[in-house]
């Protein structure tokens, strides 16, 4: 089935650094959402977008949904060591209709060093 | 709000056994879903159920899995017979009706078959 380009696939980071994640899709999406995953648990949203060009702010965390509408970005300013999971991102192709089914990407493991 | 339940959170069998999952979604969820996640993957969706009606089940190999959200509340899955190919996490989330896309995920059962 249709997945998005998550990039990069991992990372290990230094505490208080900034991280950068991204996500492409070779087709129009008119929402994007951005998850974290800690071990053992399910997924939790962190971050919704609903409109292009749209920049969200959830404490440390911004999202932006890209202009042409393929592509989401995810940062993280500061990273603390509670940061460390699994980033997804997820998003709703255009026609989707209603039935709110999500195509995601394959996540970005994140690894802070304290 | 009480979370999306579900149990048990771990289960061992042997191929070619059956197992049940069970879901409890947050109180006046319309939406529910369920999703395969392999390891290192992200989730796969199975089944999404509006009230107790099947949306979306395309993804769903009828052949050995089921599923049923009976009046529209609570929801199992079942696996017969087991593979071992179908070791994985498997989780439940659920979404109110109407523009929300954002859906909220159980802990997920993690079946091992062995």
């Known amino acids: 089935g249709q997945q998005l380009n998550q990039s990069p696939q991992s990372m290990f980071i230094q505490e208080g650094e900034d991280v950068s994640m991204n996500c492409t899709s070779s087709s129009i999406f008119n929402t994007w959402l951005w998850y974290k995953q800690d071990p053992g648990e399910g997924p939790v949203l962190l971050i919704a977008l609903y409109k292009a060009g749209e920049l969200t702010s959830n404490g440390r965390l911004t999202a932006q949904f890209g202009i042409t509408r393929k592509d989401s970005f995810l940062n993280i300013s500061a990273s603390i060591p509670s940061d460390v999971g699994i980033y997804f991102c997820a998003g709703q192709p255009l026609g989707a209709g209603n039935n709110r089914k999500l195509i995601w990407g394959l996540g970005t493991s994140l690894a802070v060093n304290p | 709000e009480a979370g999306v339940a579900q149990s048990p959170r771990y289960k061992i069998i042997e191929k070619r056994q059956s197992v049940a999952f069970w879901c409890n979604p947050i109180s006046g969820h319309a939406t529910l879903y369920w999703y395969q996640q392999i390891l290192g993957q992200g989730p796969k969706l199975l089944i999404q159920f509006q009230n107790n009606g099947v949306v979306d089940d395309s993804q769903l190999p009828k052949d050995r899995f089921s599923a049923e959200r009976l009046k529209g509340v609570d929801s199992t899955l079942k696996i017969q017979p087991a593979k071992l190919e179908d070791s994985a996490v498997y989780l439940c989330?659920?979404?109110?009706?109407?523009?929300?896309?954002?859906?909220?995920f159980g802990s997920g059962t993690r079946l091992t078959v062995v």
């Open positions: 989330a659920s979404s109110p009706a109407g523009g929300y896309y954002g859906y909220t």
